[in-house]
Antibody, heavy 124, light 110 residues
Framework: EVQLVESGGGLVQPGGSLRLSCSAS????????MSWVRQAPGKGLEWVAS????????YYVDSVKGRFTISRDSAKTSLYLQMNSLRAEDSAVYYC?????????????????WGQGTLVTVSS | SYVLTQPPSVSVAPGKTASITCGGN??????VHWYQQKPGQAPVLVVY???DRPSGIPERFSGSNSGNAATLTISRVEAGDGADYYC?????????????FGTGTKVTVL
């Protein structure tokens, strides 16, 4: 059974930093792209970032480029999101999720496994 | 960046059929995926690649995609189908924000 467990959320002041972690199990972690998706309170889903199977290729939503960094450690089967220069609008539940596939023609596939999410609150 | 538009809400009586649209420019040329999200829970994939269902998803959930609109159809609606539903595509033509979610539709079972 695929399991994704996020951690690292919490309360941080504007301009501060936070590192989210996602521990993966139940599948061959190094064979899948991985993604972060967030959801602000009462709002819709927003994709944040994705990273290639062994790293080396990343995509980010424009609003976090230059501030957030996605990374992974295959030995620890873990995904990370380093968040710097945090803003109030970054407050959200952050989900770790696994794309079903990556295809050269279709791109990144649907997210077929999700963690339970970790809450990030940016406030003074 | 690519925009996906959904109706904010849809209401349906138990046993009837609910249809949720997802509008986007030439969306018929893309693969559309659908997620169900219940309050306080993570989203669940219910339809992918326009019309395929993951294992464990009832046949009552179906999808179609053509032209400028994709549709998620829920047949024989049950009380447990009440949730928020999001469509999603990969926009390969965009260097920024390629992974796009729709605005979401709240389905209320009367």
């Amino acid at each position: 059974e695929v399991q994704l467990v996020e951690s690292g959320g919490g309360l941080v002041q504007p301009g501060g930093s936070l590192r989210l972690s996602c521990s993966a199990s139940g599948f061959t972690f190094s064979s899948y792209w991985m993604s972060w998706v967030r959801q602000a309170p009462g709002k819709g889903l927003e994709w944040v970032a994705s990273i290639k199977e062994e790293g080396g290729k990343e995509y980010y939503v424009d609003s976090v480029k230059g501030r957030f960094t996605i990374s992974r450690d295959s030995a620890k089967t873990s995904l990370y999101l380093q968040m710097n220069s945090l803003r109030a609008e970054d407050s959200a539940v952050y989900y770790c999720a696994r794309p079903m596939y990556y295809d050269i023609l279709s791109g990144l596939g649907p997210l077929d496994s999700w963690g339970q999410g970790t809450l990030v609150t940016v406030s003074s | 960046s690519y925009v996906l538009t959904q109706p904010p809400s849809v209401s349906v009586a138990p046993g009837k059929t609910a249809s949720i649209t997802c509008g986007g420019n030439n969306i018929g040329s893309k693969s559309v995926h659908w997620y169900q999200q219940k309050p306080g829970q993570a989203p669940v994939l219910v339809v992918y690649d326009d019309s395929d269902r993951p294992s464990g998803i009832p046949e009552r959930f179906s999808g179609s995609n053509s032209g400028n609109a994709a549709t998620l159809t829920i047949s024989r609606v049950e009380a447990g189908d009440g949730a928020d539903y999001y469509c999603q595509v990969w926009d390969s033509s965009s260097d920024s924000d390629p992974y796009v979610f729709g605005t979401g539709t709240k389905v209320t079972v009367l």
